[in-house]
């Protein structure tokens, strides 16, 4: 009955090993200077948007989320120089001279989100109708215009793209972000899908061998792309050759596999698995090497409990290797029997074709048959302990919400939303803050630049109303994010946007 729910939520996601090839040597990847450039100032497009322009601030009287996991300050006064965080100080103490100070009181700031599951696309099914059928091809248009601009809005300030289906208009989309031209976060472009023969999505490269699987790895650094993703019908060999070539550059691999397990995965060096425990499939019934399993991974998660010998030597691995794992439950969540449809302050966002679909689907999810919601309500319950008890071991648990045709999950939204899913999942507000704020810096080789508060720091934050730290949905109350210590309205970018998500 699971495949019934995992064929709904695929559509959503970008649903002995032969010699690799070898290739010559190259300089790696300066990982900071790629994706944390100088900041630019905003140029004509980006103006409208900025509520504090660059200079001297003082952030008073705001309670600071400092991103490592401990507890809340109140009452502190955050000082901002240019792009900078100079200071943080008990309110009480003084204002320098020629700083701007900005009363924030019931106000909570927080460090940027740094996104590490965050599409610039959505997915189209052409002529979807009530009962989930639609017709072929599957698309995949991309968001340009809409994307950026709603996770900026929401407080992501450094997102990796997690797969690209056009790397092209990533990269020069980052490039106009880093000149100042458009709005939008700081990007780690991820390279095109690494998937093997047999994808749903015509819009993919269909991987050969394993010297393809390298060729392609070496051009798309050479265009500046700065991780890759394995995805779902990679053979081991493929794998093996991609996650060396990438290596070879300093870039890191992540994957959302099927054909190939998670131990399989570790074994030839990937960096990190996306999706949490959903998509593993090394107990699928009847699975075969290099092949992707009729279950997909359900039957794996529904044997894995935390507590089985299977998960505990699988998290033991993980962890062993340093194997980060993609925390992504905002697009599992029609598993979760708390589900419910989306505020009409999201709906709003949504094209008038992206919000049908999205009611299509829900309407679906409500109709499932008693025994299909318990077994959904026990997978889901199983994910969320296994992202517990994976993170209790010592292993790097990361977050993003895998924003996809689904459509109950948007840029930016899903990110706090995702946050939101890890407190219900048992961690602490400031737990689940840090997973998706410093936990992404250190996987992306950049906590000494961005993912807390501290001095010395880029000044990339997010103000809210509220206290996060005691009620995690106040991680939604968004009013202005800074990104190299530019203020930018929160209200004025969702505004820009409103009815255009699912349309470009």
């Not at 994957?255 to 999706?275: N, Q, R």
Request: aromatic residues 6%; negative net charge; hydrophobic residues 45%.
């Amino acid at each position: 009955m699971l495949r019934t729910m995992r064929s709904t939520i695929a559509a959503a996601l970008f649903v002995a090993v032969t010699p690799s090839f070898v290739g010559p040597a190259f300089a790696k990847v300066d990982m900071a200077a790629r994706i944390l450039p100088p900041p630019a100032a905003p140029g004509k497009a980006v103006t409208p948007f900025v509520a504090v322009p660059a200079g001297k601030i003082a952030l008073t009287h705001v309670r600071v989320i400092d991103g490592t996991g401990t507890a809340a300050q109140a009452d502190q006064t955050v000082l901002i120089d240019g792009a900078k965080i100079i200071a943080v100080q008990a309110s009480g103490d003084p204002v320098p001279a020629g700083y701007r100070a900005i009363d924030l009181t019931g106000r909570s700031v927080l460090p940027g989100i740094v996104g590490m599951h965050d599409h610039q696309y959505y997915i189209a099914r052409p002529n979807l109708q009530p009962d989930g059928r639609g017709d072929d091809p599957v698309m995949v248009p991309q968001m340009t215009f809409s994307s950026p601009r709603l996770y900026l809005a929401m407080g992501v300030t450094t997102l990796r793209t997690a797969g690209s289906v056009e790397p092209y208009t990533d990269l020069n989309m980052k490039r106009s972000i880093d000149a100042g031209t458009l709005p939008g976060p700081h990007m780690d472009v991820t390279g095109p899908y690494l998937e093997g023969a047999g994808s749903p999505f015509i819009q993919m490269h269909q991987l050969a061998d394993a010297a393809d699987a390298a060729r392609t790895v070496e051009f798309w650094a050479d265009q500046g792309v700065t991780s890759f993703k394995a995805y779902m019908n990679i053979t081991r060999a493929e794998l093996k050759a991609a996650v060396e070539a990438a290596h070879a550059r300093g870039i890191k691999v992540t994957g959302h596999l099927c054909s190939v397990t998670y131990p399989e995965a570790i074994a030839v060096g990937i960096d990190d698995l996306e999706h949490g425990f959903w998509v593993n499939t090394q107990l699928d019934p009847g699975k075969t090497p290099d092949v992707c399993s009729a279950d997909r991974g359900d039957a794996t998660l529904a044997a894995m409990t935390p507590d089985s010998a299977a998960a505990k030597a699988l998290i033991a691995s993980l962890v062993a290797h340093k194997v980060a794992i993609t925390s992504t439950l905002p697009v599992f969540e029609t598993a979760s029997p708390k589900y419910r449809t989306l505020p009409a302050r999201q709906l709003d966002l949504l094209s008038v074709e992206a919000r049908t679909d999205y009611l299509y689907n829900r309407n679906r999810s409500l109709q499932y048959p008693p025994q299909l919601k318990a077994e959904l309500a026990t997978a889901w319950t199983n994910a969320l302990a296994l992202e517990r008890a994976f993170v209790a071991a010592g292993g790097l648990l990361i977050a993003g919400p895998d924003p996809t045709g689904a459509g109950n999950v948007l840029p930016g939204f899903g990110d706090s939303h995702e946050i939101e899913l890890l407190v219900e999942a048992g961690f602490a507000p400031v737990e689940a803050i840090k997973i998706a704020t410093l936990n992404g810096a250190t996987y992306l080789g950049l906590a000494a630049q961005i993912g807390s508060i501290a001095p010395g720091k880029n000044a990339d934050l997010l103000i809210v109303r509220g206290d996060p730290s005691v009620k995690i949905g106040d991680i939604a109350n968004v009013e202005t994010v800074f990104k190299d210590g530019v203020g930018y309205d929160s209200a004025k970018l969702l505004g820009s946007v409103r009815g255009r998500y699912g349309a470009y």
